[in-house]
């Protein structure tokens, strides 16, 4: 009877040296690929950022819009914060109850900055991969300062006083309806907030940023490498935009800032 040779060698299966051929194949486009998801994985993070940032912006808009076209006063009173004050408008109502803060929004954490720094080696404050803690709060996003009425208004923990920063008082936006569409509102940050100013310099560290409370410092709080070499800011108007680090300059973060296309900014 005749054999069938073509069945006998179907049946052999693979030598080793085919099997290694086929390991060291997918091990290569492994190598290949796992850049890339890495890539496609942290841009969707990006994308949630962009859409918290987003609904941050929103919430303040309509607190605003409820209350004279005014934003809160600026303070550092645990039930006062600005944080709580927009938490209704993010259906955040038990964001309120307690004593302090005893409450976290999902929508304060920035998908790239999940996790609060050791507090006690930072201060609480936070960097391009960790958020910040305040009191009892976390977050990963910061407001625009020059967004909040000063003056009398101006109050720490219940106490007035007067803002000794250059500029505040001139420069603050008393109306959201006088700030730009292109005015920051709230932006990726290692602070709560922050008054960027046109002559602040670029942090030496964009992974820690600067969390220097001077002049030529402010914008370091915002200039962080979270994304890429970008942010993700929410502005006036209510749309949110992923922003590269020196167009950051670009923006007019209050009344009188002097807009610079000229900044470069590389990797640390």
């Known amino acids: 009877m005749r054999k069938n040779h073509s069945f006998e060698k179907s049946n052999k299966g693979f030598t080793l040296i085919e099997l290694l051929v086929v390991i060291s194949i997918i091990a290569m486009l492994l190598a290949i690929l796992m850049p890339a998801l890495g890539k496609v994985k942290e841009k969707a993070k990006s994308v949630v950022c962009r859409t918290n940032t987003r609904q ?13 076209d005014r934003s809160m006063n600026f303070s550092h009173a645990s039930d006062k914060y600005w944080f709580y004050e927009i938490a209704p408008y993010l259906g955040e109502n038990n964001f309120q109850e307690g004593d ?7 929508i ?25 803690k305040y009191k009892d709060i976390t977050g990963s996003y910061g407001l625009n300062l020059w967004l909040l009425p000063k003056g009398s208004g101006y109050t720490n923990a219940g106490t007035n006083y007067e803002p000794t920063l250059p500029g505040l008082m001139g420069n603050s936006y008393k109306k959201l309806s006088e700030a730009k569409q292109d005015t ?40 962080i490498d979270r994304h890429d070499m970008k942010v993700n800011i929410g ?16 923006l007019k973060w209050h009344k009188s800032f002097a807009t610079n296309n000229d900044i470069e900014i590389g990797r640390n």
Request: aromatic share 12%; with cysteine; hydrophobic share 40%.
């Open 108 to 132: 304060s954490l920035c998908p790239s900055a999940p996790k609060e720094v050791d507090e006690s080696a930072s201060g609480g404050w936070g960097d391009a991969k960790h958020a910040w």
């Open 184 to 223: 920051p509102l709230v932006a990726d940050s290692i602070w709560v907030g922050s008054w960027p100013y046109d002559g602040d310099k670029v942090p030496n560290d964009l992974t820690k940023g600067d969390s220097t409370h001077v002049v030529g410092k402010f914008m370091g709080r915002f200039c």
């Open 56 to 68: 941050l912006s929103l919430a303040f808009v309509m607190y605003a819009m409820e209350n004279d």
């Open 235 to 250: 502005f006036v108007d209510g749309h949110a935009d992923t922003v590269k680090l020196e167009e950051l300059w670009t």
């Open 100 to 106: 302090g803060f005893k409450k976290q929004m999902k």
